[in-house]
């Protein structure tokens, strides 16, 4: 028993990837493609996937890439979304920094703190779209904005629990 | 970035000073490419129209995919009650005929009445023709993707219908697929008049799906249940007589309609020439262009 216990798990030659270093910003890529998904809806009930994706690799990983790769991801999702360009670029980096900001404070962090702390920069992330909108009186009543941000709430574990999978494997663990 | 201090290495220390300045000038330069975008957003146009390029063939590929076993199930869900559907068809049909008949006489009286009047006749023509292959599902604004662009003579600023009714106008335009801001966007407002008896309305989308409509002439509520409305032709960007909603709901000044051109069941878009294409250039360039 003892000796089945002290045996290495690790197998050899198992590593991480060679490009595990750009795996993080890729995806990042890849969810704000979801954009491109011939889903024609007249609500715009979706989630941003780019930003959750986004912030799931933050909450994860202190660096999951260099921190101003934030700028040009979040100009990448503007370009594919469709908001207005600088909107991303913008959010995205500020969230880099607040998170960093908040990193210094926390003793500890658990799953739910996570979710909260999710939870309010998604809603920070619903909000601004309202006000931009509302800057060229595209905006709906603020209202209709909640079931997004429910939506997009609730659907952030799944997106978390992807990114450790991912993470896990670019890792080779 | 790493977090607090990371420890008594200088090389360290710039390195997170330098990570805190490159993320403050990321969040200067987005402030001022949103300022840019929100103010001038004819900036941008060529390259929100190279991402749309970059996007379509994804995007028309998949719609191909989707829009196959989308049809193969309303085929089977058709194939279900043939026979109650075949009766209302008929039915509906020979009404129809009789309305067609209708139709025709007016059409003829309108003609030689016109010709009396000596009336401009503006020419239809048509521009392009594309498929709806995706819309802004992540965002309050509504726009949808059209697999129509620049190599097909779409340009900024056309007015876009299907044959049901009007979808929108062109916002971005790429070299093969192009941004529609719809009717039911919020900053999309379309001079209209009730098709029942021509009082001139405003419609202006909710950004939900639905058009918000109120009269011109604040007063009586001009609209009932399952009025249609029509655009009128004035500003000059939207052609008139193309059917924009139908009511669906009345409140207190106004109605609630619904898009009779639903973007996720028309089968493809006309794009067109703006009705008159000199009233629009000046209008555009006032700066209350929606974007």
Redesign the interface.
């Known amino acids: 028993m003892v000796r089945a216990a002290l045996t290495p798990t690790r197998r050899i030659g198992q590593a991480p990837w060679r490009y595990a270093a750009y795996v993080p910003a890729v995806t990042v890529v890849l969810a704000a493609?979801l954009?491109?998904?011939?889903?024609?809806?007249?609500?715009?009930?979706?989630?941003?996937?780019g930003y959750l994706v986004f912030i799931g690799w933050r909450l994860l990983r202190?660096?999951p890439w260099?921190?101003?790769w934030?700028?040009p991801l979040?100009?990448v999702n503007d370009?594919?979304?469709?908001?207005?360009?600088?909107?991303?670029?913008?959010?995205?980096?500020?969230t880099?920094?607040a998170l960093?900001l908040i990193?210094?404070r926390t003793m500890w962090r658990d799953y739910r703190t996570e979710w909260v702390l999710a939870g309010v920069l998604i809603a920070i992330d619903e909000w601004m779209?309202?006000r931009?909108?509302k800057?060229?009186?595209?905006?709906?009543p603020l209202a209709?904005?909640a079931p997004?941000l429910v939506i997009s709430i609730c659907v952030f574990p799944l997106f978390a629990w992807i990114i450790s999978r991912i993470d896990a494997w670019r890792l080779g663990r | 970035m790493a977090t607090a201090r990371p420890g008594w290495s200088r090389r360290a220390q710039y390195g997170l000073f330098f990570s805190f300045i490159a993320v403050i000038a990321g969040i200067i330069v987005g402030l001022i490419l949103l300022t840019l975008s929100l103010v001038a957003p004819e900036q941008f146009q060529r390259v929100r129209g190279a991402a749309l390029d970059v996007t379509s063939p994804i995007t028309g590929g998949l719609h191909e995919v989707t829009a196959t076993v989308e049809g193969l199930f309303t085929g089977a869900g058709d194939y279900w009650n043939a026979a109650n559907q075949n009766a209302e068809l008929k039915r509906e049909r020979q009404a129809m005929l009789r309305r067609m008949v209708e139709a025709r006489a007016i059409f003829q009286e309108n003609r030689q009445l016109k010709a009396v009047l000596n009336l401009r006749e503006h020419e239809r023509n048509t521009i392009a023709i594309g498929r709806v292959v995706g819309s802004s599902f992540n965002s309050p604004r509504r726009f949808a993707i059209l697999s129509a662009g620049t190599s097909d003579g779409v340009r900024v600023g056309m007015p876009v219908r299907s044959p049901d009714g009007l979808i929108g106008r062109i916002i971005d335009a790429g070299a093969l697929a192009s941004r529609v801001l719809l009717v039911s966007d919020r900053a999309n407002i379309v001079p209209a008049r009730l098709l029942r008896n021509g009082i001139p309305v405003i419609a202006q989308g909710r950004g939900d799906g639905t058009i918000d409509v109120r009269p011109l002439e604040v007063g009586r509520n001009p609209f009932k249940r399952g009025d249609i409305i029509i655009t009128s032709g004035t500003g000059g960007l939207y052609p008139p007589l193309v059917p924009i909603g139908r009511v669906v709901k009345l409140d207190d000044d106004g109605a609630v309609a619904l898009p009779l051109a639903d973007p996720a069941n028309i089968s493809f878009a006309i794009v067109e020439p703006a009705f008159e294409p000199a009233a629009v250039a000046a209008e555009t360039s006032a700066p209350a262009e929606a974007r």
């Open positions: 493609l954009s491109a998904l011939p889903i024609i809806s007249t609500s715009g009930w979706y989630p941003d996937f202190a660096d260099p921190a101003w934030a700028a979040g100009f370009l594919f979304t469709g908001y207005p360009l600088g909107f991303s670029v913008a959010l995205w980096s500020a880099m920094l960093d990193d210094r779209q309202w931009i909108a800057l060229v009186d595209g905006a709906p209709q904005m997004p």
